[in-house]
Structure formats: structure tokens, C-alpha cells
């Protein structure tokens, strides 16, 4: 079932009230549960509507929002905050989201642009509060905003390689439509998320386990629906349950996903304790990296929880180490060598760290493995040891 976000809708004085009603998604989606005309009134109704969010409307680049937001979040600390804008300058965005904020939706806008802003926010504010508890597992998500960069190969291996280290591992493919993680790993998908969305009642680490494929290296998975259809039973409001009880039941979660930033790729996001970002050597897959890292900066997402992942990085294209530094602005952590061992593992249907131990790629891979278990000597006891302790690895992001 869809949630209903109830939103504390303020406008302030002089802002249009049309333009911000016919901005908010209609269908119920958002239900304001009060509109409170003036920024006085607004700050008023913070401390007595028990609202999911404030939106916030304002005609221009006033003190008196910022003073609102700034007062929302002191007393409100864990309550979203979406601004409406029609006229604010750029500078003024900067300034409410230093304020507090957590998005501006510049006006006109549509409905499901606004929507997606407010369910960010939403999900930000969800993931933080999971993540702060100290005994939430950490939480990978692997990113490559390019297809075909390696993600898959990337996830289907680091999940393995860490379940073989001991570790109880669990992966979720996030790629709803398309997702291959499955065919990677070699499992047949008897059960997936589309069985566990539509099989009603409630939520819990007991059912959840249920609909998880175990793996011979002992890794759990929960696989994506087998047709691109079925993606639409499958909500931000699960995602969130799913990730919360897989980090209280689990001692690592790895998540696979699409190469856009949907909105369940940000939900996954603003969860996770870690990101690792998958690219490769060719130009367009880099100009997608710098733009992944980006959004990731955008998202306030800390730089030393980011691993750089750099595929066929031994290619001989015209690009260099030094080239790869320099679009991306920073060094990539794991370089992992072109091999047709790879695409051969993948139509085996087995992981290339368990299927051909020997090769450069499962060396390279067995280095990211040591990324997230810097203190041990890794599943297969021969590859390096992690060369510094870049990531806080316990239990909280």
C-alpha cells in the first residue's frame, strides 16, 4: 500500500497559493494537514502539527524563511524540510539549505518533480535515523551510472567473497526491472521482492528470511521480480523496511543497482553506511563516474565512506591512471584487469573469486573484499592486505 505523506503546508505572506497547490502531487499522495498562511503562524503550528515533512512557500529571498527553517530543525530535528520557491535568487538556495533544508523545488514545477524532492527528503531523514543506531550493519551500495561498467560482476562477487570470509552476508538487487544479479550468482529465482511486496500482512526478519536465495557460498539474496512489470509493486516504504531488517539481522548488506539515481537508488542511498563506485576505462563511463560522484556530493554523502572502482583499467584506450584522477577528481582504490575469465564466469553463472581463483580480476576483487574487512586476512587467505583503513567500519554510517 502506498504511503500518504501528511505535510505542514506554510506559505508565506505574498507567495502565490495557487501556483503551490497546483505544484503538490495530486492522487493523495501528499495530504497537507494544515495550510498556515504567514511565517509567524507557521512557526506556531511547528510545535503542535504532527505532520511527516514541512513545505515551506516563499516569494523571494526573505530572513524571515530562513529564521522558520532554522527553528524547524532546532525543535524539530528529524522532521524534513522541502522549500517552494517562485523568485528566490541561487544564493538564497544555498542559504536555506545551510539553514536546514533539505531540497528547493524552483516554481512552476511539476507535481511528480516535487514528489520526488519530497520523497527524497523522506528518505534521507529514515535512512540517517537506521543508520545511527550502533548496531545496524554496514550497508554497501554499489553504484556504476553507466551500464555495462562491471556493477553486477562487482556486487555478485563482493557478496560471495565476504559470505566465504565468514561473514553473513546478504545482497539485494535493486535493479527492479532489469536486475541480473541473480544470473550472476547462478540461482534460479524461485522466490523475489515482487513475491515478498505482494504477499501481504505484515514485515518482519522471520518472513523477510523466507523469501532470501542462499548461495553455496552461503551469501543471501534477495532477488529482483523476473519481469520489468512487476517493478511497480515494489515501494519506497518496503525498500526502507527491507534495508532496516537486513542490517539488524545481518553482518554486512550489499546492494546492487540500476545506473540512474531513482528514487529507490536514493532511498538505498541515504541508508547506506558505505557507497562503492563502479566505473571503467572509457570516457563516457568516467564522464557518468564524475557526475555519480557529484550527485553523491549533492547528497552530502561523506567522501571517505566512497570506494572508486575502476574496471578494464589495464585497457589500452588512450586513457591513463592519471587521466582517470583527473576527471573524476580522485584515485581510484581497486583497479580490476580486462580478463575474458569474466564473461566466461558470467555465463557459468559462478562468481570469478570462486570459479577462477587465479586471476587478476579475483585478486583485484579480493582487494575491494579487504576493504570491508580490513581486520581480517580475507575469505581466500592470498590477496593483499588492504593498504589503509579508509572506511569507520562499525555498525553506524
Known sequence: MTETIEALVVIEEGADKGLVEATLPAGGRVAPMAFVEGLVEGERAIREEPADLMIVAC??????????IERSRAERPDWPIVVLSADAPDFFVQVVLEAGADDVVKLPEAPERALFAIDKAIARHRGRATAARQDAAPMVCVLGPKGGAGKTVTASNLVVDLAAAGRRAVAVDLDLQFGDLGLSLGLAPERTIYDLATSGGGLDAEKLDAYLVIHESGAKVLLAPTRPDQAAAISIELLREVFTLLRFSHEIVIVDTPPDFTPEVIAAVDVSSHVCMVGSMDSLSLKNTKLGLATLELMDYDPDQITLVLNRADSDVGLTATDVEAVTGRRAEVLVPSARDVPRSLNEGVP??????????????????????????????????????????????
Open 59 to 68: 516569494r523571494g529571498a526573505t530572513e524571515g524563511v530562513v529564521e522558520l
Open 352 to 397: 570469478i573469486v570462486l570459479g577462477h581463483q587465479r586471476s587478476p580480476v579475483a585478486a583485484a576483487l579480493r582487494q575491494l573484499t579487504g576493504i570491508y574487512t580490513p581486520d581480517e586476512a580475507g575469505p581466500s587467505g592470498d590477496h593483499q592486505a588492504p593498504r589503509r583503513r579508509r572506511f569507520r567500519l562499525g555498525r553506524s554510517r
